[in-house]
């Protein structure tokens, strides 16, 4: 139906980094997908602004989950004088396994996969920040034009989603009450950032490098 290789082993266990957590409350939104872009649903693949509390998404560990909230806010208001560090991340076309461009939030989790990544951490699996890939596979920021809706989707824990036919995109939990963060159990993934993200990512340029290099090696019988 979707096209996707799903994951079939016995999901590894991931805790979370607790950065960002409850502070009395968000003013904003740091996740979330923009308005038209589609995952993969129940429904088939939809538009997330399409989706609404109790249907279907489905999750890279965890099957179709029900969505148990939905929150929306409208990003860079100021565009086009957002300041150059709340600028979007632009990930092309099949960079990440996206069928079509994606525009995410610099702090927007992404699941990578790498070998790196499974020497570092093992697990070949892992999440990083969005604006911690700038440079990777065409990957970079870009000013915004108009300020857009952007949509965040929370399940019963943090999951990760299918968009746009292939890109890994973290949920967080929703952690906006103190009841909820004290409530919240042990999270699943491990979002990284800092120089641990950009660290991984270089190595997924190395590897990138080796698969072209190989992939251009003249071939003897």
Request: proline letters at 4%; a negative charge.
């Amino acid at each position: 139906m979707f096209g996707l290789g799903l994951k079939t082993k016995q999901p590894t266990h991931r805790a979370v980094e607790m950065t960002g957590a409850y502070d009395g409350g968000i003013a904003t939104l740091s996740h979330g997908l923009m308005a038209g872009t589609r995952v993969a649903s129940n429904l088939g693949w939809r538009a997330i602004d399409a989706l609404a509390v109790g249907d279907m998404v489905l999750t890279f560990d965890h099957g179709m989950q029900e969505i148990t909230e939905i929150r929306r806010a409208h990003m860079w208001l100021d565009a086009p004088e957002t300041a150059e560090n709340m600028w979007p991340v632009v990930i092309p076309e099949g960079a990440l396994g996206n069928r079509e461009e994606l525009v995410l939030l610099p702090d927007q989790g992404v699941m990578v996969e790498s070998d790196a990544a499974l020497d570092f951490h093992g697990d070949p699996f892992a999440v990083l920040t969005a604006h911690s890939l700038c440079g990777l596979r065409g990957i970079r920021r870009r000013q915004p034009m108009q300020r857009v809706e952007l949509i965040a989707v929370y399940f019963a824990h943090d999951e990760v989603i299918y968009a746009e036919g292939g890109a890994l995109i973290h949920c967080p939990r929703d952690m906006s009450s103190l009841d909820k963060f004290l409530d919240a159990g042990a999270a699943t993934y491990v979002v990284l950032s800092g120089e641990e993200a950009e660290d991984l990512a270089d190595h997924i340029c190395i590897e990138d490098q080796i698969m072209a290099r190989d992939a251009a090696a003249p071939q003897y019988a």
